[in-house]
Structures are given as structure tokens and as C-alpha cells.
């Protein structure tokens, strides 16, 4: 089975610092990883993933995230918040190979960043 | 616009009613997805359709019922819902090969009276 902990219901920070999101998974195998955003009344945004190679992913809007195989964990940082920034975030998980297609989802964590 | 099209984005319906939710893409995507997003609460999926496959969530109650055409469109079939079902209702679709980004729609707010 695979599963996916945002242990942080809500992250507040300050405009201009820098964020982290927080994310750690469990799965069979190598894992494809994956970070999305959802700003209000939209649907769930595509930001980045990891699948194999370099740890430091980079994606949309200037984030980015580090694989860290060992503490099997995936989070997503941004060197500078902006308040436009402000949204929920999800992180979600599957096995690249063998077992199911099918994303496993966390519960996500809401960023708020404040002028 | 995404590429996931789904509508109606606002529904309001009573108990008694029968309504369907539509969801479409032209992204040329195999896969198709039904997620409950209500308040306070994870990311549920309800159904997926891809290629002949149907994957069901088995806590999804019989009241709600999805269909599936063809590869482009996706239905989610409403009757007798209970005011509990009250919540944002996403559509997404995907490959089913490789890292599969989903791609989600707007999603449809459903209020049930």
C-alpha cells in the first residue's frame, strides 16, 4: 500500500521569507512524486515531480522540491514567499513500477503568507 | 482552461432530484478520475474509468453512479443524495503509462437542500 503524511494542517509565513511544505511517503518500490497546488474554487494544479535523477526538482512558479530517499521524504520549498503564494498544496505518491497507476493523495496543508 | 472541462460548476438540488455532473477532456489522456473534495476532510477518490477498467472506491454510497462513454467524457449520475454529499466534486484525467500528471478541472460545487 502506498501512502502519503502532510503533517502540517497549515504553514504561515511572512512574505519574502522562505517556505517549506512538508511531505514524507511510503510505498513499494521507487516512487514517482508529485506536488499540487489549488488556489480557491479551482481545481487542483499540476507544480512538479520527481522521478528519477537529480533530488532538487525544480517547477512552476519557482518552487521546488528535494527527494530524500533515506528519510522518504518529498518537501517543497520556495527561497522567497510571495502572498500571491497563498493556497493548498498537496503532495501525492505512486510506485513507477508495478502496482497501481492511481496517485495516492495527502491530506494537504495550507499556506498562508502574509504581507 | 485546463484542457478538463466540467459542468455544471454550481449545482443546487434537493433530496429528491436527479441531476448528472460532466466532465470532458481533449488532452488525448486514457484515464478518467472523480474526486469528493469536502471542507476539512482528504481528497477522496470516488471512481476511475481507464482503457476497459472501472476502479471504484467501495465507500462511495450507491446514490452516486458514474458512466463513462468514451475515452473523452465522464458522468456523475445523482439521485436521492443526502445534504452530507454537499461538496466540491473534481474531475481530473491522466495517462495511465509513465509519471502520469493528472489534469484537473475547475470541479462542480454541488449544495444539496
Known amino acids: 500500500a502506498q501512502s502519503v503524511a502532510q503533517p502540517e494542517d497549515q504553514v504561515n509565513v511572512a512574505e519574502g521569507n522562505p517556505l517549506t511544505v512538508k511531505c514524507t511517503y511510503s510505498?513499494?518500490?521507487?516512487?514517482?512524486l508529485f506536488w499540487y497546488v489549488q488556489y480557491p474554487n479551482r481545481g487542483l494544479q499540476f507544480l512538479l515531480k520527481?522521478?528519477?535523477?537529480?533530488?532538487l526538482v525544480k517547477g512552476s512558479y519557482g518552487f521546488e522540491a528535494e527527494f530524500n530517499k533515506s528519510q522518504t521524504s518529498f518537501h517543497l520549498k520556495k527561497p522567497s514567499a510571495l502572498v500571491s503564494d497563498s493556497a493548498l498544496y498537496f503532495c501525492?505518491?505512486?510506485?513507477?513500477?508495478?502496482?497501481?497507476?492511481?496517485?495516492?493523495f495527502g491530506r494537504g496543508t495550507s499556506l498562508i503568507v502574509h504581507p | 482552461e485546463t484542457g478538463v472541462t466540467q459542468t455544471p460548476r454550481h449545482l443546487v438540488m434537493g433530496m429528491t432530484n436527479k441531476k448528472s455532473l460532466k466532465c470532458e477532456q481533449h488532452?488525448?489522456?486514457?484515464?478518467m478520475y472523480w474526486y469528493k473534495q469536502s471542507a476539512k476532510k482528504p481528497l477522496e477518490l470516488m471512481f476511475v474509468y481507464s482503457l476497459e477498467e472501472r476502479v471504484e472506491n467501495n465507500s462511495v454510497p450507491s446514490r452516486f453512479s458514474p458512466e463513462c462513454p468514451n475515452s473523452s467524457h465522464l458522468f456523475l449520475h445523482l439521485h436521492t443524495l443526502q445534504p452530507e454529499d454537499s461538496a466540491l466534486y473534481l474531475c481530473?484525467?491522466?495517462?495511465?503509462?509513465?509519471?502520469?500528471?493528472?489534469?484537473f478541472g475547475a470541479g462542480s460545487r454541488l449544495t444539496v437542500l
Open positions: 510505498v513499494s518500490g521507487n516512487p514517482y
Open positions: 488532452l488525448g489522456h486514457n484515464a
Open positions: 481530473a484525467s491522466s495517462q495511465v503509462s509513465g509519471a502520469n500528471v493528472l489534469t
Open positions: 501525492a505518491v505512486r510506485a513507477s513500477s508495478g502496482g497501481s497507476y492511481i496517485p495516492t
Open positions: 520527481y522521478i528519477t535523477g537529480d533530488n
